[in-house]
């Protein structure tokens, strides 16, 4: 007698949510924060400003830029959004007015996928027996989105003006409590480029150390050029 070992798929399978339309604003957000605010910081500071005029610079483009984040990820998913809607309610109208061709439609769909012509058929037809249900599953099929998980144009933008206020205040956070020195802004803003690409690596799975190098390199690079550029428009109006 022998034994059949039978293997079951695991209940507890879980995937992470990658369209809930918070992630991208939050991580361009965060990055964006910190690489613009400092380069903004270090151009002020090339040009020989004070730690005053450093401050409010730095305070100014926390606020301008967190504001111009949060309002263009609201329209940009919004518009996205409304155009996806828009995109329903006419496949919506086109089931609801030739539904036989509709239905041919989406057997041939599956067919191209693999299915046989039988199967494919009495896949359409059944699916096309109830309208919520046939709309939804050619909105999934042909227009490639959920329409029951569209992504929230208010979460993006809240999700983009918090990342974008805590990026910018990293480089600024010396000269609030009194460090005069742009050495401890340097330090503290490599430190949070070098985590920040650690941790969004770590997310999409990919080398943290690679992830924190590279988001490093790049913002020290936006930096040194707006430092060069603030030094030398100094020297040129002194």
Do not use: C, K
């Not at 208010?154 to 205040?169: E, I, N, Q, R």
């Amino acid at each position: 007698m022998t034994s059949v070992s039978v293997h079951t798929a695991e209940l507890h399978h879980h995937h992470r949510d990658v369209t809930g339309g918070w992630l991208r604003p939050a991580v361009f957000g965060v990055m964006d924060g910190l690489v613009s605010n400092a380069s903004l910081i270090a151009g002020v500071v090339g040009s020989g400003a004070s730690t005053h005029t450093v401050m409010i610079a730095g305070l100014a483009g926390l606020a301008a830029g967190a504001f111009s984040m949060a309002t263009g990820e609201y329209t940009s998913v919004r518009s996205q959004t409304e155009m996806t809607l828009a995109e329903i309610a006419v496949e919506r109208l086109e089931i609801a007015r030739n539904p036989e061709a509709e239905e041919r439609e989406l057997a041939a769909l599956y067919q191209s996928r693999g299915l046989t012509p039988e199967l494919a058929r009495e896949v359409a037809r059944q699916l096309h027996e109830q309208d919520e249900v046939a709309w939804r599953v050619h909105a999934r099929e042909e227009l490639g989105v959920d329409p029951d998980d569209l992504p929230s144009p208010w979460v993006a933008a809240a999700s983009s003006f918090l990342a974008f206020t805590l990026g910018a205040l990293v480089p600024l956070l010396p000269f609030l409590f009194g460090f005069g020195s742009v050495v401890a802004a340097v330090v503290l803003t490599a430190a949070g480029l070098f985590v920040t690409g650690a941790l969004v690596a770590r997310l999409t799975r990919r080398s943290p150390v690679f992830g924190g190098a590279r988001q490093l390199l790049l913002g020290a690079a936006a930096a040194a050029v707006t430092y060069g550029i603030g030094h030398l428009v100094g020297a040129a109006i002194s």
